[in-house]
């Protein structure tokens, strides 16, 4: 199934899936796809710039730099194109570990199913945003998060959070 969800199969040997992870795990990305485009609908997302504070949890959702949204929200991961790597917030040296929680149960799951991708601090996803995506989106299936968000960072640095709690601000 992972193989149909991509333009190219992934050439990431530990993509080996049993047919119950495959489901499992392929059912994730649908519902990537299908929380992003609610969220855009709902918020216009796409329109919103963004601003995260670790000490709060808290992320801002902005529009001309004043924020119209604020929810609570932890990082999963961040996607650095440049380096072509995914990096798990739990091994983060610069996340701090409440905002990080999250993500571990993805390394638990992965050390419970032996998938290394997904129990490895760093992945090399061939500088594919697809394969950081579908990261992302395990992290989001397994997480009791409302909503995933990327925020562009800069210099090719993708932060990927997982959203709760979305409200209005004034």
Same mark, same amino acid.
């Given at each position: 199934? *992972?193989? #149909? *969800? ?10 080996d899936?049993t ?7 392929g059912?994730?990305?649908?519902? !990537? ?8 609908? #709902?918020?216009e997302?796409? #329109?919103?710039? &963004?601003?995260?504070?670790?000490d ?15 929810a ?15 990096? &798990? +917030? ?7 570990k409440e ?16 998938l ?19 990261? +992302? +989106? ?6 009791? +998060? ?13 932060? !990927? *959070?997982l959203?709760?709690?979305i409200?209005?601000?004034?």
């Amino acid at each position: 199934m *992972l193989s #149909k *969800l991509f333009k190219k199969k992934p050439q990431v040997a530990d993509f080996d899936l049993t047919a119950e992870q495959d489901e499992y795990l392929g059912n994730a990305i649908s519902e !990537y796809n299908q929380n992003i485009s609610e969220m855009d609908e #709902k918020y216009e997302i796409t #329109k919103l710039g &963004w601003g995260y504070e670790q000490d709060t949890m808290i992320l801002q959702l902005l529009k001309n730099g004043s924020p119209v949204y604020e929810a609570d929200a932890q990082i999963a991961g961040s996607f650095y194109a440049p380096h072509g790597t995914w990096e &798990w +917030a739990w091994n983060n040296p610069n996340v701090d570990k409440e905002v990080s929680s999250a993500s571990l149960t993805v390394k638990n799951y992965g050390i419970k199913e032996g998938l290394d991708y997904l129990s490895s601090g760093t992945v090399n996803v061939l500088g594919s945003e697809e394969l950081a995506a579908y990261l +992302a +989106a395990v992290a989001f299936k397994l997480s009791d +998060a409302d909503y995933i968000y990327r925020g562009a960072a800069g210099d090719g640095l993708s932060v !990927y *959070l997982l959203v709760s709690n979305i409200r209005a601000i004034g």
